[in-house]
T-cell receptor, first 108, second 118 residues
Framework: AQKITQTQPGMFVQEKEAVTLDCTYDTSDPSYGLFWYKQPSSGEMIFLIYQGSYDQQNATEGRYSLNFQKARKSANLVISASQLGDSAMYFCAMRAPFGKGTKLTVNP | AAGVIQSPRHLIKEKRETATLKCYPIPRHDTVYWYQQGPGQDPQFLISFYEKMQSDKGSIPDRFSAQQFSDYHSELNMSSLELGDSALYFC?????????????????FGEGSWLTVV
C-alpha cells in the first residue's frame, strides 16, 4: 500500500519569498511517481509538477521545484517568489492516495 | 488543448435517489480515475479503469458502480444516495500505453462535479 503524509495543515509566507511544503511518502513499489497539485478555492485540481523515482535530477517547472530525497522518502515542493495567486491548498500525491494537503496563504 | 470534461458540473439530488456522473478523458488517454472530495477533505480515490477494464479499486461504496466505455468515456453511477455522498467528484485521465507503466504519466483532472444530496 502507498501512503502520503503532509504534516503542515497551514503555511504562511510573505509575497516574493520562497516557501517549502513538506511531503513524505511510503511505498513498496520499486518504481513510482510523485505529483503535486494545487487546488484554489474555486475547486479545480491543477497539476504542478511530477517526479519519477528513477529521475536523476530534481524536477523543476517555472517557480516550482521538487526537493526529492529518495532515501528519506521525501518530496518537498519549493515555491520561489510567492505570489498572491499561490494561495491555495496544495496536495502531494502518488497515483492513488493524496496527502491531507497544506493550505498556503501568501501575505502581501 | 482539450481537457478532461465532466458533466454535469452541479447536481442536486434527494436522499435515496440515483445519480450518474459522466467523464470524457483527454483524447488518446486510456486510463480514467474517479475521486471523491468531501468538504474540507483531501480527495479519496474511488476506482480506476485502464483500457475499459477496472484496474484499481479504492474506497468506492457498494452503492456506487462505474464503467469505462468503448470510446473511453466513463460513468460513475451512485444509488441510494445519502447525505454523506455530498462532495466534489473528480474524474482524471492519463495515458499509460501498452507498457502499462504505473510510475509516470501525469494525471490530469477535470473541473469536478459538485453533488449535493438533500
Amino acid at each position: 500500500a502507498q501512503k502520503i503524509t503532509q504534516t503542515q495543515p497551514g503555511m504562511f509566507v510573505q509575497e516574493k519569498e520562497a516557501v517549502t511544503l513538506d511531503c513524505t511518502y511510503d511505498t513498496s513499489d520499486p518504481s513510482y511517481g510523485l505529483f503535486w497539485y494545487k487546488q484554489p478555492s474555486s475547486g479545480e485540481m491543477i497539476f504542478l509538477i511530477y517526479q519519477g523515482s528513477y529521475d536523476q535530477q530534481n524536477a523543476t517547472e517555472g517557480r516550482y521545484s521538487l526537493n526529492f530525497q529518495k532515501a528519506r522518502k521525501s518530496a518537498n515542493l519549493v515555491i520561489s517568489a510567492s505570489q498572491l495567486g499561490d494561495s491555495a491548498m496544495y496536495f502531494c500525491a502518488m497515483r492513488a492516495p493524496f496527502g491531507k494537503g497544506t493550505k498556503l496563504t501568501v501575505n502581501p | 488543448a482539450a481537457g478532461v470534461i465532466q458533466s454535469p458540473r452541479h447536481l442536486i439530488k434527494e436522499k435515496r435517489e440515483t445519480a450518474t456522473l459522466k467523464c470524457y478523458p483527454i483524447p488518446r488517454h486510456d486510463t480514467v480515475y474517479w475521486y471523491q472530495q468531501g468538504p474540507g477533505q483531501d480527495p479519496q480515490f474511488l476506482i480506476s479503469f485502464y483500457e475499459k477494464m477496472q484496474s484499481d479499486k479504492g474506497s468506492i461504496p457498494d452503492r456506487f458502480s462505474a464503467q469505462q466505455f468503448s470510446d473511453y468515456h466513463s460513468e460513475l453511477n451512485m444509488s441510494s444516495l445519502e447525505l454523506g455522498d455530498s462532495a466534489l467528484y473528480f474524474c482524471a485521465s492519463s495515458f499509460r500505453g501498452l507498457a502499462g507503466d504505473l510510475s509516470g504519466n501525469t494525471i490530469y483532472f477535470g473541473e469536478g462535479s459538485w453533488l449535493t444530496v438533500v
